[in-house]
């Protein structure tokens, strides 16, 4: 089971030179990520409310396997899914 | 950007000719590309190659190579993107993209995979988007399909021409997928090629393609769900920006650059691709048409042959260093099918310079006698193809038509396409739809608090306008070629049963020189054509309008007072404003009338400087001296097309192909920025020669004033002789000619009503509709009056009206209901419009009666015996408004006949005693509203026409007064109150006061 936030929970993200996430505190803790395992991109929805997100499904040092999203247009980072 | 990254070609890209899933025109991608540093790009469109002519023009204009090709469909819903290497290659394109469009219903093209087998050469296969045959199973974990689907297309293109294609777009999964397909390639021995599948040129296009996606959905873009894609990432993007999606695979981004340089192909045809006219055993197509000639000058050039010799040795030889016989005799035969069919035509447009044209019959016009040009038709110089398009009357041209489907097989002849497009204004609708809102809600005037939804529906439907939206069938543009048509373009099924078109529409066509024959439907050859029959019935002798020779004084009067309703082209309100200025008096003066009343001439102001100079009450000047060999014909006005390829050539030095290309930009209405480059060309020619700034950019302003929108010379004097013609019939056949003017609506300014009226006026008897006396169609009775036809009961079929023939005469109205079951409703119109009158009973009464009669399903019971009532009979009045209201015209006397008494005693003149006022005098009038005309190019001026009982009376509307008068409708009565203006034989009423009367 994994745990999913639909609205994603706020997250402090540090991003790397090329806006990949390096590392995020979550619940008090700080994790570096290990490797990106896939991204993608959500851009729709213009004529309403525009969703432009980026995704990142990662792993962490610590052994967490994640998505965290970035919603550009307000420059916040959520986390969506921590999958067990 | 890396220099793998420079070498990336785009080889899989959408336009707007992938009919609304493509949101940017070909210039605009070939624009984008050069842009990003790209030498060449592909255009691959759905299932087509509407757009290769235009991103061909794009691609050369900005020294880029164009690769062309197209996504096809395949019957599995799968998509295969083809690109043309080679000459073989298109040939194999286009029918294989024809086989995908005739195979399933119109607009859904899909082609069977089998139709691959043989059809492969010269095109590169690449294996498609997620949708592809490999692709998609893929993406199901169906590795064994993935693998057939490559070794089927492998094998049929071999391993050279078949490349896996991978496609990223940031997509979750797309990352998967690619190293996938990349594993297959490798496994199968095959090369990878990376596309971006572009479906628009620049990121923030996504909106407009996702609208367009919904349009072609017809579903809102809430419901459009998953028909949208997820992102903006089908943008033309740079190799820079594919670079680290492809890192791992740089092979597939160098290949497309290697791709792109085998593919070579170019678009160009030429004359030769034409079929070829079976000429007689012996004679070449240059020798016959010269035979044909030679046979026709005699007869044409009695007595005094010398100078058409010259000519014609002359023209001939011309024409056959330009290949063109065949082309001209191809023609001929057309006409002389027509001919023997009895189907009236004439060639229009520059042939009509050419005395060949004129010996074969195609054109009617003496080029030597009326100083036609030929070098106008064709040139040692002219780089364009000379065009000889036919007017057919129109109620037989489709006969012509298929004279050329059977003539040359359906495989050899086609119809030229047109593109129905998007129009800011229309796409309102759609594009409410698509926001989920009413149109109402958009349109919301004088409501001025901003709203994003009519923001943000303001700014699609303006990037909507122009772009192409679907396909329809161009109005009688031909296309024959030598080979197969589907050799040269695909050809489509049209919406017309057993009717094909080609992909491509008249302009295109003519950009890659394929030659399209214009047969076009003109109602007036149909009309000269009944009228002329009717006379010869009338004379009891064959009569052939064609001999009638120019010169009878008494129609330069008529078309001097302006006496023209119904009359081709010299009909309308500026028309009769200007004639009797003009005062025509030989044929040439036709041909300038018919030319300086049109948008052209106008809007470039040279009407009245024309008229001016011809009446002697200003000196003829020019802006430059070297305009004058131009312009001097037209008195130092510009009042034919050509003129302006003369003066640019006179002043600016430009050649006959450039000037050409300046007539054709100054016609588009492209805006300033299209014009610019032709004005710096233009300006800098001039200085060149000596001419001085100032004056070069005022004769510029007067070309563009001027435009594109007027006649070549030819065509003009092609369109005179039709002036001539029906003004004839006019002046000497009234009847005949209303009758056939009537059989031909809708057609020419005036409406019927009008016709009949003017008719009147001319001691032409009009009867009205009669069960017992009308035909199908409006006839020419024996009395010499004319008789309305069954036609104008709107409602009424022909099947219906056969009926009433068939079974007529009745007895009854229940006779009459009974034999023809006719429904309750038209019948019950045709008593109102007194086509029942013939029994003498009152029409309220047969109405009546027919309100007893019962209709069961099928059949009509015996009527209930009559309970008599008293009912008052209809007044003339009511019944002329009952006659206008359900047929459109009315026999009766005007509505102001009987009221003139009155009139007169209050002060009131008609339209007769009106032109006898002095200038300067006030005058009262009353008069139907018959026409009511606001032209953009009168500043705010109105012009409105009344008719009374005597004729028509001209008002004039000055600006101030128009807010008063909101009436627009016509029909109704006016009151006018004003001032006579006499200006060179036209009398006007400048109105100061207005005022409508209520009907009746």
């Known amino acids: 089971m994994s745990r999913f936030w639909s609205d994603g929970i706020p997250l402090e993200v540090t991003v790397d030179a090329l806006a990949t996430p390096a590392a995020f505190a979550w619940r008090g803790r700080y994790h570096t990520v290990d490797r990106v395992i896939e991204r993608w991109r959500v851009d729709e929805g213009w004529w309403k409310r525009r969703a432009w997100r980026e995704y990142f499904q990662l792993v962490t040092h610590s052994g967490l396997l994640v998505l965290i999203y970035h919603d550009v247009r307000i420059d916040q980072w959520r986390l969506q899914r921590v999958y067990d | 950007m890396t220099d793998r990254g420079s070498d990336y070609i785009e080889l899989h890209c ?109 095109l590169i296969c690449l294996t498609g988007c997620r949708q592809g045959p490999v692709a998609a199973p893929l993406r199901r974990l169906d590795m064994p399909g993935a693998v057939r689907a490559a070794t089927w297309l492998r094998e049929r293109f071999g391993p050279e021409r078949t490349f896996v294609e991978l496609q990223h777009h940031l997509h979750p999964g797309d990352a998967v997928l690619v190293r996938r397909l990349a594993e297959l390639a490798r496994h199968l021995g095959l090369h990878t090629v990376a596309t971006n599948n572009v479906h628009y040129a620049r990121r923030d296009q996504q909106p407009l393609h996702d609208l367009l996606t919904a349009i072609r959905h017809r579903t809102s873009l809430d419901d459009a769900g998953k028909r949208l894609r997820a992102n903006s990432e089908y943008y033309l993007k740079s190799g820079g920006r594919l670079m680290p999606l492809f890192g791992a695979y740089p092979e597939a981004l160098a290949a497309t650059r290697a791709i792109a340089g085998r593919c070579i192909f170019t678009l160009q045809y030429g004359l030769q691709d034409l079929p070829c006219f079976p000429t007689p055993p012996g004679y070449d197509a240059d020798g016959y048409l010269a035979r044909l000639c030679a046979e026709a000058l005699p007869c044409r050039y009695p007595g005094n042959p010398e100078r058409a010799c010259r000519q014609l040795a002359h023209e001939l030889h011309i024409i056959a260093r330009a290949h063109l016989s065949n082309y001209v005799l191809i023609v001929w035969d057309l006409v002389r099918y027509a001919r023997t069919q009895g189907i009236r035509c004439q060639g229009r447009g520059s042939a009509a310079n050419s005395l060949v044209a004129y010996l074969l019959g195609i054109s009617p016009i003496d080029p030597l006698r009326y100083d036609l040009v030929f070098e106008r038709f064709l040139s040692a110089e002219r780089p364009a193809l000379p065009d000889i398009d036919l007017d057919i009357a129109s109620d037989r041209r489709e006969e012509v038509i298929q004279y050329v489907f059977r003539t040359y097989g359906p495989a050899h002849a086609a119809m030229a396409c047109t593109f129905s497009t998007f129009q800011e204004r229309s796409a309102l609708r759609d594009v409410a739809r698509a926001l989920d809102v009413t149109t109402e809600h958009l349109l919301l005037e004088g409501d001025h608090t901003p709203d994003r939804v009519r923001t943000l529906a303001a700014t699609l439907c303006r990037q909507l306008n122009n772009l192409p939206r679907h396909l329809g069938q161009h109005n009688g543009g031909m296309v024959l070629t030598r080979a197969p048509l589907a050799d040269r373009v695909p050809v489509e099924p049209a919406a017309m049963p057993g009717r094909a078109v080609v992909q491509w529409d008249k302009t295109m066509l003519e950009d890659v020189g394929l030659v399209k024959i214009d047969l076009l439907g003109l109602r007036m050859l149909a009309v000269l054509s009944e009228a002329g029959r009717l006379v010869g019935d009338q004379r009891g002798e064959p009569f052939d309008l064609d001999r009638l020779t120019f010169d009878d004084p008494a129609i330069y009067q008529l078309l001097a007072a302006a006496d023209t309703i119904g009359v081709f082209q010299v009909e309308s309100r500026a028309q009769a404003q200007m004639l009797p200025r003009l005062r025509p008096q030989q044929f040439a003066d036709i041909v300038v009338a018919i030319s300086l009343i049109r948008p052209g001439p106008i809007q470039g102001d040279m009407v009245h400087p024309y008229l001016r100079r011809r009446l002697g009450q200003e000196a003829v000047a020019y802006l430059h001296p070297r305009l004058k060999p131009a312009l001097e014909e037209t008195l130092g006005v510009i009042l034919f097309q050509e003129q302006v390829i003369k003066v640019a050539r006179d002043l600016a030095g430009f050649t006959p192909g450039e000037g050409e290309r300046l007539r054709r930009a100054l016609g588009a209405g492209k805006g300033p920025e299209a014009i610019a480059p032709f004005r710096d060309a233009f300006l800098a020619g001039a200085a060149r020669n000596g001419v001085a700034g100032p004056v070069a950019a005022a004769v510029f302003r007067q070309l563009e004033a001027f435009g594109g929108y007027s006649f070549p010379k030819s065509h003009a004097a092609a369109f005179a002789v039709i002036v001539y013609q029906s003004a004839w019939l006019k002046r000497y056949y009234p009847a005949a000619f209303l009758t056939a003017l009537l059989n031909h609506q809708p057609m020419g300014f005036w409406p019927p009503a009008v016709l009949v009226r003017d008719a009147r006026r001319h001691q032409v008897r009009v009867a009205p509709l009669d069960i017992h006396a009308s035909g199908m169609r409006c006839v020419l009775e024996m009395d010499g009056s004319v008789r309305l036809g069954l036609n104008y009961v709107s409602g009424l079929s022909e099947a219906g009206a056969g009926r009433i023939i068939a079974a007529r005469p009745f007895a009854g109205l229940a006779d009459l209901c009974r034999r023809t079951r006719l429904p309750k409703g038209l019948v019950e119109r045709l008593i109102l419009a007194g086509a029942c009158d013939g029994w003498g009973t009152e029409r309220r009464r047969l109405l009546w009666e027919l309100g007893t009669f019962h209709y069961a399903a099928d059949e009509l019971d015996l009527p209930i015996p009559g309970s008599t009532v008293d009912l008052p009979a209809l007044t003339a009045d009511e019944a002329r408004e009952l006659q206008m209201a359900l047929l459109g015209v009315s026999t009766g006397d005007h509505v102001l006949a009987r009221w003139r008494d009155a009139l007169t005693a209050r002060g009131y003149l008609d339209s007769l005693a009106l032109a006898r006022c002095p200038d300067g005098q006030r005058a009262r009038v009353i008069g139907v509203v018959v026409v009511h005309q606001a032209p953009p190019t009168a500043k705010g001026f109105h012009f409105i026409t009344l008719e009374d009982e005597s004729g028509m009376i001209n008002v004039i509307v000055r600006p101030y007064l128009v807010p008063l008068y909101r009436e627009r409708r016509g029909g109704h009565l006016l009151k006018v109150e004003g001032i006579v203006q006499h200006e060179a034989g036209v009398v006007n009423l400048v109105a100061t006061r207005l005022a409508p009367l209520a009907r009746e």
């Open chain 2, 14 to 122: 959408h336009s707007c000719y992938s009919l609304c899933d493509g949101a940017s025109t070909p210039a605009e991608l070939i624009a984008r590309a050069a842009g990003l540093g790209m030498d060449a790009l592909a255009l691959t469109d759905h299932d087509a190659v509407y757009g290769a002519p235009l991103f061909v023009a794009a691609a050369r204009a900005r020294g880029m190579h164009p690769i062309l090709g197209a996504e096809l469909t395949l019957t599995d819903d799968s998509h295969l993107t083809l690109l043309v290497e080679n000459a073989t290659g298109w040939r194999n394109l286009c029918r294989l993209i024809s086989m995908a469009r005739h195979h399933t219903p119109r607009g859904r093209p899909a082609l069977p995979p089998a139709a691959l087998d043989d059809h492969t050469g010269g």
